[in-house]
C-alpha cells in the first residue's frame, strides 16, 4: 500500500516508477470515495504505474501479485483547452454568522467576504454562501470539473438543489457533470471559514471568550496568548472558479 501526495506547485500525469513488483495496482481517492483499477507497464524490469495528480492532491495505491478480475478501471481525464470561467453575477449571503450579516450582496466576481462592504465582514465567522446562475454551452464532454481554486477553508457544493460534494483540501476539485444540466444551471457553494477573525475582534473588544478551566489558550511558550494584533484573514472563495470540461482517456 502507498500513500501518494504531490507536495510541489505542479501536479503530476506521467508514468511513476514503483518500489516493489507487482502484476496490477489499483487508485483510491480518499476525498472521493473513487476507486479503479490503474494502468500498469514493465519497464526495464521495474513496475511503473500512470497517475494524475493536482498539486497538492494525495492518493492510495494498492499493489497486487496477480492480475484484478472485475475491476473497473481508474477514470483518467484530459482536460479540453475550453473552460467556462463565470467572473459575473455571483451573490453572496451568510447561512451563519457572527457578528451576524442579513444582506445579500452583488459580488460580480467570487472574492473573500473581508472585502464586502459591511462592518462585520473583517471580524465574522460563519458560512457564506456563493451563489451563481449560468448558462452552459452545448459541449460534448465525458465529465465536468468545478474547480474552486482557493477556499477558506471548507466548502459544501449544491448544484440544481443536489448536494455534488465537499472540499476542504488542495485542489479544491470536485467532479460536476452527473448534476450539470443543458442550459441554465443553480450554483450554490457554502463556505465556513476559521473562527480567527472572531477571536482577534474579542480580543480587541476585550471580551472574555476563553472557556478551558486549565491552561486556556497560550502561545508556542506556552503563555499568555492574545490575536488582537491578527490581521483579517482571507474568508470564503478567493479565485476565479472555473467549470472544466474533461474527456476520459482510453489509451
Not at 114 to 133: C, E, S
Not at 139 to 167: F, H, M, P, T, Y
Amino acid at each position: 500500500h502507498y500513500f501518494i501526495s504531490s507536495l510541489q506547485n505542479k501536479g503530476v500525469d506521467d508514468w511513476v516508477t514503483l518500489g516493489t513488483n507487482a502484476a496490477a495496482a489499483a487508485l483510491f481517492n480518499p476525498m472521493t470515495g473513487e476507486c479503479g483499477e490503474a494502468k500498469v507497464r514493465r519497464l526495464e524490469g521495474k513496475t511503473q504505474v500512470y497517475l494524475q495528480l493536482e498539486s497538492g492532491e494525495s492518493i492510495i495505491l494498492r499493489t497486487y501479485h496477480h492480475p484484478l478480475q472485475t475491476a473497473k478501471p481508474w477514470k483518467y481525464i484530459r482536460e479540453q483547452a475550453f473552460s467556462l470561467c463565470p467572473e459575473h453575477g455571483w451573490k453572496l449571503h451568510f447561512a451563519a454568522s457572527q457578528p451576524e450579516i442579513k444582506d445579500t450582496f452583488d459580488i460580480d466576481s467570487p472574492c473573500s467576504w473581508t472585502r464586502i462592504d459591511h462592518p462585520a465582514a473583517k471580524a465574522n465567522m460563519g458560512t457564506g454562501v456563493y451563489t451563481l446562475d449560468i448558462e452552459l454551452p452545448p459541449l460534448q464532454a465525458d465529465d465536468w470539473i468545478l474547480d474552486l481554486v482557493d477556499v477558506r477553508e471548507s466548502a459544501r457544493v449544491r448544484i440544481n438543489g443536489q448536494k455534488a460534494g465537499c472540499v476542504w483540501a488542495a485542489p479544491y476539485r470536485l467532479k460536476a457533470g452527473t448534476f450539470l444540466q443543458p442550459g441554465k444551471n443553480r450554483i450554490e457553494i457554502e463556505v465556513t471559514n476559521l473562527p480567527a477573525n472572531r477571536i482577534a475582534e474579542l480580543d480587541r473588544q476585550g471580551t472574555q471568550w476563553r472557556k478551558f478551566k486549565e491552561i486556556n489558550i497560550v502561545d508556542l511558550n506556552y503563555r499568555p496568548a492574545n490575536y488582537a494584533h491578527w490581521a483579517p484573514m482571507p474568508s470564503g472563495l478567493n479565485g476565479k472558479v472555473r467549470l472544466i470540461p474533461v474527456d476520459y482517456m482510453d489509451d
